[in-house]
């Protein structure tokens, strides 16, 4: 092989390489773009970046005690009807200002 041939294998390598880095760069973007968008961000991590939303899952203890739920009896408001409100201010701490 002559120097000029090996020449243009190397440089075919090194687009082939160039090529390879460009379809991940957009398959990722793609996926950011246009894929889930909530904080769940587990497919999208990137190799030895930090999370910031699981920091407290990590260091939580699996086997602590969960609180137990206590169902709280629900009520009903009162229909408010027109004029409530006049009487409800009426004879209240309402006084002249001015002397």
């Given amino acids: 092989m002559s120097a000029t041939e090996q020449e243009y294998k190397n440089h075919i390598k090194e687009l082939e390489q160039q090529v390879r880095l460009l379809k991940e ?3 990722f ?15 999208l991590e990137i ?3 930090m999370s910031l939303f699981n920091e ?8 602590a005690h969960e609180p137990e739920l206590v169902e709280i009896e629900k009520h009903l408001r009162k ?13 209240s701490w309402r006084r002249s200002v001015h002397r």
């Avoid at 973007?29 to 497919?43: A, F, H, I, M, W």
């Avoid at 229909?79 to 004879?91: D, I, L, M, V």
Wanted: aromatic share 8%; proline share 2%.
């Fill in 79 to 91: 229909r408010k009807y027109t004029g409530q409100r006049g009487e409800n201010w009426a004879g």
């Fill in 25 to 27: 760069q957009v398959d």
């Fill in 56 to 63: 407290i899952e990590t260091c939580a203890d699996p086997d």
């Fill in 29 to 43: 973007l793609t996926r950011k773009l246009y894929g889930t968008k909530s904080e769940k961000t587990s497919t």
């Fill in 47 to 49: 190799e030895g970046q």
